[in-house]
């Protein structure tokens, strides 16, 4: 699916990094080259021992997101096929979960390989998720303080930005919110930025995208 918004026309986007304990969303707004970040968060559902009960509230709590926010569309985070079979099933539950909840506002709906979005962000298919984190604080100018005590939130917000990047934003990874980034690759950023990238997350350029039919 071709994203329905041209570069240039605003647009929020919602990230999500499904799970049925802990679910994460981000949501960024775009315009162009200018990207701020709106909300992240995590939908905590531990104490939940239901199954059922639980992807009743991620589809209640999506709903409230997607009505509170209006995002124009949603990226999400496909599940991991090196996962085990029952992993496997949970994370695709609350995946199909999250997306009747945006189908249910008519929103179009994107989908990322876990690699892929490490890849956009990082430059680094293999990275952790505190690498991503790291990186995002940095792009947003997040403060420690400030940050969320779930990586979830953080992979959810990695979700949204790399679906901004593949609606044919130049790949900006020096943004900061409300301005354009100077650089327009990896290698750009990497010569005006040498301090600005952990050594395990060496970076190169992405490869193009290649959604599964």
């Not at 990695?158 to 900006?172: E, F, T």
């Amino acid at each position: 699916m071709t994203p329905n918004l041209l570069p240039d026309t605003p647009k929020t986007i919602l990230g999500i990094d499904p799970g049925t304990n802990l679910l994460g969303y981000g949501l960024i707004r775009t315009q162009r080259r200018s990207v701020h970040l709106v909300a992240m968060g995590v939908i905590d559902l531990r104490r939940c021992a239901d199954v059922y009960i639980k992807l009743g509230r991620i589809y209640e709590r999506i709903k409230g997101i997607i009505d509170s926010f209006q995002p124009d569309e949603l990226a999400i985070e496909a599940p991991f096929f090196g996962k085990n079979v029952q992993s496997m099933l949970k994370l695709g539950r609350a995946q199909g979960v999250a997306i009747a909840a945006a189908i249910s506002r008519h929103m179009p709906i994107y989908e990322y390989a876990p690699m892929k979005i490490k890849m956009a962000i990082t430059g680094n298919g293999q990275a952790s998720k505190e690498q991503v984190a790291a990186m995002l604080s940095r792009m947003f100018s997040i403060r420690p303080s400030t940050m969320p005590p779930y990586l979830d939130a953080t992979d959810a917000l990695g979700v949204a930005y790399c679906h901004y990047l593949q609606s044919g934003a130049p790949a900006a990874p020096g943004i900061v919110p409300g301005h354009a980034s100077p650089s327009h690759s990896w290698s750009d950023f990497v010569k005006q930025n040498p301090d600005r990238l952990s050594r395990q997350a060496a970076p190169q350029r992405p490869a193009p995208f290649r959604r599964k039919t």
